[in-house]
Nanobody, 121 residues
């Protein structure tokens, strides 16, 4: 099993900042990519940002210039620095990790339980 533990969600005012963290643990040989997705009420889940091991990143257009994704390889932890928050950023944010199991050849695709981010006007 690979577990993802998220932290950092909560309440912020418009224009404020939050930093989300997601730590992966378990029988991990390597992580290929970690990312953040979000789902707002009545909307489909959408990609927010992805960090690919090696340094490549991708962001949703709606968060470019405001959010920054980074990764600490030694800790198997991904971060999402969210600045200039807007009410429309309000959603449940889910962490995702893809990689290889330590003793198996198959890949894993794990999800966190989600953390609520609420931005007030």
């Amino acid at each position: 099993q690979v577990q993802l533990v998220e932290s950092g969600g909560g309440l912020a005012q418009a224009g404020g900042s939050l930093r989300l963290s997601c730590a992966a643990s378990g029988s991990i040989f390597s992580i290929n990519a970690m990312g953040w997705y979000r789902q707002a009420p009545g909307k489909q889940r959408e990609l927010v940002a992805v960090f690919i091991s090696g340094g490549s990143t991708n962001y949703a257009d709606s968060v470019k210039g405001r959010f920054t994704i980074s990764m600490d390889n030694a800790k198997n932890t991904v971060y999402l620095q969210m600045n200039s928050l807007k009410p429309e950023d309000t959603a449940v944010y889910y962490c995702n990790a893809k990689g290889r199991y330590r003793t198996l050849t198959r890949l894993f695709d794990s999800w966190g339980q989600g953390t609520q981010v609420t931005v007030s006007s």
